[in-house]
């Protein structure tokens, strides 16, 4: 097969973003804001040697930055086995993990040595208090000892993304900078989406990307947008004194017409955008004896046939009072949450 994938749209396929588990030990009120939820059934899940296999498929279409993600995915027991699988698969430049921080001091030295490329953690808050009243769990100081560890085992490249929520955090824009520089870490600011479990979503809570780079331009001075040389969803900007920070504005001004993403459930159902309301089934056909190359055929066929703009299209949705959609779907179906998705 011929050349990386390409869609209706012309964007390559080329990064996946694989959920572990839809399973997560935070209740933040943006993503999964309940205590139960339809749950994958545990049988379903995909094994480490079928998660490899898939990836493989993906890798040799061209495919080279790979996420974990979740729910949480350092709730997947083992852990360190997938992340030395799937760092051993030639082609994957960019192996990356996103996580809430709260069991990584643990685990963190088992990753780097396991050939963990990247980080990412979530940190909304950095006061105990309002960290408690967004996640319903008092685990703040764990997330900052896992933030430590990361930095203390050598894990650079280390990204802290923060979601904005405008009347809970937008106060803490600064402190989030000046946090990141004492870690050497990047911050990369998240305005609050429509997506999945955050059913209390409602646009008078968006904090844009016009307001945040205000914010810190009254902080800091004059603020510089940095040139993009690559699709990430992140704008990289640069501060007074050099400091780089990003600002991921996928409500106000959505980035679909670069998107090369896509997403694999932790039951084998892949997804090729976030606000996607149906998938393809990749466990099936794999546990049914599906080769190497029929997984390649049904991707690229699939891939091909793309035509998502999720997060355009939802634009002109909420013109119209429209949520994603509604907690009762939400519950009778567990592929529409964000958690099981992979965010």
Not at 236 to 245: I, K
Not at 263 to 283: E, F, H, P, V
Request: with cysteine.
């Amino acid at each position: 097969m011929d050349g990386i994938p390409v869609d209706v749209f012309g964007r390559p396929m080329g990064a996946l973003r694989i959920s572990l588990t839809d399973r997560c030990n935070l209740r933040c009120r943006y993503c999964m804001p309940e205590e139960e939820y339809a749950w994958l059934p545990r049988e379903d899940l995909l094994s480490f040697e079928e998660i490899e296999r898939i990836t493989e498929a993906f890798v040799s279409l061209g495919v080279d930055k790979v996420r974990l993600t979740g729910g949480e995915p350092l709730l997947r027991r083992g852990l360190p086995e997938l992340v030395q699988r799937l760092s051993g698969l030639p082609g994957v430049k960019d192996l990356a993990m996103t996580t809430n921080g709260v069991l990584l001091s643990r685990h963190a030295e088992q990753l780097r040595e396991a050939g963990l490329h990247r980080l990412t953690i979530s940190l909304d808050t950095l006061q105990p208090s309002r960290f408690s009243q967004l996640t319903r769990r008092g685990t703040h100081p764990d997330v900052l000892a896992g933030i430590n560890a990361a930095v203390a085992t050598g894990l650079t490249d280390l990204k802290i993304d923060t979601v904005v929520m405008r009347g809970f955090n937008e106060d803490e824009l600064a402190d989030l900078i000046e946090f990141g520089k004492n870690m050497s870490a990047e911050v990369r600011f998240i305005e609050y989406m429509d997506v999945g479990g955050a059913t209390g979503w409602t646009p008078e809570k968006v904090f844009s990307r016009q307001e945040i780079l205000e914010n810190l331009a009254q902080a800091y001075g004059s603020v510089e947008e940095l040139h993009k040389t690559d699709v990430a969803p992140a704008d990289r900007f640069q501060l007074p004194d050099g400091t780089v920070f990003g600002i991921i504005s996928s409500t106000t001004q959505p980035f679909c017409a670069t998107c090369d993403r896509s997403r694999l459930t932790a039951d084998g159902m892949w997804l090729r955008c976030l606000y996607a309301m149906t998938g393809t089934d990749l466990r099936t056909p794999l546990r049914d004896g599906a080769s190497l190359d029929d997984l390649r055929d049904l991707i690229t066929g699939i891939w091909q046939q793309r035509r998502d703009r999720g997060a355009v299209e939802r634009v002109g949705q909420r013109a119209h009072g429209q949520v994603f959609v509604s907690l009762e779907n939400l519950k009778r179906d567990p592929h529409l949450e964000m958690h099981t998705r992979g965010g």
